[in-house]
């Protein structure tokens, strides 16, 4: 059986979560401990016992990961390029405003009947 390093905790005592999700013959294993990023496995199995056998080295290789690095590297954005010059705004010359023309006449209907009185 493989060994369990400790992860020491504010009271001496080891702390970590194991969570188990099983689906349609594929498991993963996912253990997590406070101030470190989850550590996730995935298996595929036949017995139940066969899985419960790979708990303790999934949680031995979590915790020597997070010996290492207990934290994924923080992703740094890359700068967004420079965005393209825009065209020089071309002033076009004052408008000299029109005075109204007059209302144009409404349009005769030669189809009404005239009007006899």
Same mark, same amino acid.
């Given at each position: 059986?493989? &060994?369990?390093?400790?992860?020491?905790? &504010?009271?001496?005592?080891?702390?970590?979560?194991?969570?188990?999700?099983?689906? @349609?013959?594929?498991?993963?294993?996912? %253990?997590?401990? /406070? =101030?470190?990023?989850?550590?996730?496995?995935?298996?595929?199995?036949? =017995? =139940? @016992? @066969?899985?419960?056998? @790979? %708990?303790?080295?999934? %949680?031995?290789? $979590?915790?020597?990961?997070?010996?290492?690095?207990? =934290?994924?590297?923080?992703?740094?954005?890359?700068?967004?390029?420079?965005?393209? /010059?825009?065209?020089?705004?071309?002033?076009?010359? $004052?408008?000299?405003?029109?005075? $109204? $023309?007059?209302?144009?006449?409404?349009?005769?209907?030669?189809?009404?009947?005239?009007?006899?009185?």
């Amino acid at each position: 059986m493989t &060994s369990v390093p400790e992860v020491p905790s &504010s009271n001496g005592a080891q702390e970590f979560k194991v969570v188990l999700a099983v689906r @349609e013959g594929t498991a993963t294993i996912g %253990v997590q401990r /406070p =101030l470190s990023d989850p550590f996730i496995e995935t298996f595929s199995f036949e =017995l =139940l @016992e @066969e899985l419960v056998q @790979e %708990v303790p080295g999934v %949680v031995a290789r $979590a915790t020597a990961k997070w010996r290492d690095s207990p =934290l994924y590297p923080k992703y740094d954005r890359p700068a967004l390029p420079p965005a393209p /010059p825009r065209p020089a705004r071309v002033r076009q010359p $004052a408008r000299v405003r029109q005075p $109204a $023309a007059a209302p144009a006449p409404p349009p005769v209907d030669r189809t009404a009947r005239p009007r006899l009185f």
